[in-house]
């Protein structure tokens, strides 16, 4: 999609005329399937690396398109946030050191693209989910200003006409409600492909299903969104409600969503995969680039098949089925769109070659798997692994087993003999194999920034471990060293640089809140027993409407605790935005002689800072 110029699907002839090119290009397939015209050897690999480009303090920027074409390179291209963009690799054929090479191909563009990005006060981070990310950086006027998104956008509202209501529950909870598609710029991936032969195409899609859930449990890096420790890897639920375009109170008639993992396993030929998307999701973009597929044949000319591949970009399976034009002759490909960006550039090519492995080495006995395992288990694998990662029970073979003996016992080997017999160079299979055999044994990223963030918070805001995880994310991320090997970390040796700090560096988020019309014999009991000296007072429409102190209750004493909160309660207040320095916080209060600032957006309160929090 990225490639085509593309326009809302509205009237009812643009609509006409999309579905006969679509029908023209599923019936184009078939004959090419049918004909052997679909390449079969040699077979190609190929990855996306997707990153964020941050502020030099480590905090998402929105100079994507500015640090792009600073960088002028083809292999580089922009992603919907103003803070991501990505990286395509060259195809190469699979063998000897493909790995290898792919490997050092990323490693030069991503230091290319670090180069030019410090020229623009800049930095790369490749993470799943960019630690430092809040609020504000999902909203519109963070979206890269390409017509495709924008069209994207209101395509997906339009069809889904209402909001998008995320709600996800891990060990803390996340809910909110949306106006945009920009949650999807939160999701930073490395996207691998791999060319499947046609005539065992169907076979190959189920058996990628099936090892879904072990491969993810090994390779989850995505537990913190918005400060909220959430699933091992919340990409997975972030991204199937941030692309949802079923209405909530519909939801339980339509069965799946955009970005799903799948409702069976898939039966027929690869034209009746496609079938299937197109019945269950209606299209929503149309491009004036398309061809005749049956004329171009007929010519013998490979077609494009651009109006299926526009519908298959607005079709978010996280094992995707892809068709391309390579060298003049067509091929498929199998997309494993799960894998998360980073911690660091060895673990994705480890994670690759891992899936890769699987992917070729699928013994006898995994042959025709749908025959042999229940669908339902492996989309409960999957989705299993995303929330637990490594803590996951499986289901395998009628049997349950943790990930650890699943992989080392089973999985390892499988993905060893598939490498060997693509003749893969041993020193890479060794090599790459060995890192996902040291990261069962020890810690995946998920796990390593969660223990991380749980000991930083015990001398650190939570704003300030967030800013710290990322940093030292950054500084490892190209080295050798990969995350099993990586351990708690001392937050003063890590982050050393000169920013001035906000008043959201200090603030103090878990608060106590009572309400205007409770009880005051309560809430200064409630002072009493949490030794607190500040209350932020709310109304019901939970707006901050006033301060209740201990120097309000020493003046009241002993009498009139019959009276509710406001009636005591200090009104006329002087607040703070969390984005002022915290220097100009410090200096108001010392002007007006106070201890306690609220800070607030609007009338929303979003923390407290005090004199002991300077």
């Known amino acids: 999609m990225g490639h085509l110029d593309v326009k809302q699907l509205k009237s009812p002839k643009d609509k006409a005329l999309y579905i006969h090119h679509l029908v023209k290009d599923l019936e184009a397939l078939d004959i090419m399937l049918k004909r052997g015209l679909i390449e079969k050897e040699p077979i190609r690999i190929g990855a996306e690396q997707e990153f964020c480009v941050t502020q030099k303090d480590f905090f998402p920027n929105n100079n994507s398109i500015e640090v792009l074409e600073a960088i002028n390179d083809d292999h580089f291209t922009t992603e919907i946030g103003k803070y991501n963009l990505e990286i395509n690799s060259d195809p190469l054929?699979?063998?000897?050191?493909?790995?290898?090479?792919?490997?050092?191909?990323?490693?030069?563009?991503?230091?290319?693209?670090?180069?030019?990005?410090?020229?623009?006060?800049?930095?790369?981070?490749?993470?799943?989910?960019?630690?430092?990310?809040?609020?504000?950086?999902i909203k519109d006027d963070y979206m890269t200003d390409k017509a495709r998104y924008h069209v994207l956008n209101n395509a997906l509202k339009s069809s889904r006409r209402e909001d998008f209501n995320i709600h996800i529950k891990g060990v803390d909870e996340l809910n909110l409600i949306h106006d945009c598609v920009m949650l999807e710029a939160c999701n930073t991936s490395f996207q691998t492909h791999l060319q499947i032969n046609p005539d065992e195409f169907v076979d190959k899609y189920n058996w990628a299903q099936a090892i879904s859930g072990p491969v993810l449990s090994s390779c989850v890096n995505s537990p913190i969104l918005?400060?909220?420790?959430?699933?091992?890897?919340?990409?997975?639920?972030?991204?199937?409600?941030?692309?949802?375009?079923?209405?909530?109170?519909?939801?339980?008639?339509?069965?799946?969503?955009?970005?799903?993992?799948?409702?069976?396993?898939?039966?027929?030929?690869?034209?009746?995969?496609?079938?299937?998307?197109?019945?269950?999701?209606?299209?929503?973009?149309?491009?004036?680039?398309?061809?005749?597929?049956?004329?171009?044949?007929?010519?013998?000319?490979?077609?494009k098949l651009r109006a299926l591949q526009l519908h298959n970009g607005t079709v978010y399976k996280w094992n995707r089925v892809c068709y391309g034009v390579g060298g003049g002759k067509p091929h498929l490909r199998i997309e494993c769109r799960y894998i998360p960006s980073g911690p660091t550039l060895t673990d994705e090519i480890a994670n690759m070659v891992f899936w890769v492995g699987l992917m070729l080495g699928q013994p006898e006995k995994y042959k025709k798997i749908q025959e042999k395992m229940d669908f339902k288990d492996v989309k409960n694998n999957f989705f299993k692994a995303a929330r637990n990662g490594m803590e996951t029970q499986?289901?395998?073979?009628?049997?349950?087993?943790?990930?650890?003996?699943?992989?080392?016992?089973?999985?390892?080997?499988?993905?060893?003999?598939?490498?060997?017999?693509?003749?893969?160079?041993k020193a890479d299979i060794d090599k790459y194999l060995s890192i996902i055999r040291k990261r069962v044994n020890s810690n995946n990223g998920s796990q390593w920034m969660v223990e991380n963030y749980r000991n930083l918070q015990k001398t650190k805001t939570n704003f300030e471990a967030l800013q710290n995880i990322s940093a030292y994310m950054y500084k490892h991320q190209l080295k050798d060293k990969t995350v099993d090997e990586w351990e708690l970390f001392n937050p003063d040796e890590n982050l050393k640089i000169d920013v001035s700090r906000i008043v959201k560096h200090n603030m103090n988020t878990k608060m106590l809140l009572v309400d205007q019309k409770d009880s005051l014999e309560l809430v200064s009991n409630i002072m009493k027993w949490k030794n607190i000296h500040h209350l932020p007072v709310?109304?019901?429409?939970?707006?901050?409407?006033?301060?209740?102190?201990?120097?309000?209750?020493?003046?009241?004493?002993?009498?009139?605790?019959?009276?509710?909160?406001?009636?005591?309660?200090?009104?006329?207040?002087?607040?703070?935005?969390?984005?002022?320095?915290?220097?100009?916080?410090?200096?108001?209060?010392?002007?007006?002689?106070?201890?306690c600032l609220p800070v607030v957006r609007n009338k929303e309160l979003l923390g407290i800072l005090t004199t002991s929090d300077l």
Do not use: Y
């Open 226 to 303: 918005f400060g909220r420790e959430l699933w091992a890897e919340t990409r997975i639920a972030l991204f199937t409600q941030s692309i949802d375009t079923r209405r909530n109170s519909f939801i339980h008639n339509e069965k799946q969503s955009r970005v799903s993992f799948g409702a069976d396993w898939e039966k027929g030929t690869v034209t009746d995969i496609f079938r299937d998307h197109i019945s269950r999701f209606r299209s929503l973009l149309t491009s004036d680039e398309h061809d005749d597929s049956l004329e171009k044949l007929e010519k013998g000319e490979i077609p």
């Open 93 to 137: 054929e699979l063998r000897d050191n493909c790995f290898s090479q792919l490997h050092l191909q990323f490693k030069k563009l991503l230091e290319k693209g670090l180069e030019v990005a410090k020229t623009k006060d800049s930095k790369i981070v490749l993470t799943g989910i960019l630690p430092t990310l809040r609020l504000k950086h």
């Open 394 to 425: 499986f289901k395998w073979n009628n049997q349950l087993i943790s990930p650890k003996a699943l992989i080392i016992e089973e999985f390892l080997p499988i993905a060893e003999k598939g490498l060997t017999k693509a003749n893969i160079d």
């Open 538 to 595: 709310i109304n019901k429409e939970k707006e901050l409407t006033g301060l209740l102190t201990w120097t309000d209750l020493i003046k009241l004493g002993d009498k009139d605790l019959h009276l509710c909160v406001k009636d005591v309660m200090t009104k006329n207040l002087i607040t703070i935005s969390q984005e002022a320095p915290l220097e100009e916080a410090e200096k108001i209060m010392k002007a007006h002689k106070i201890n």
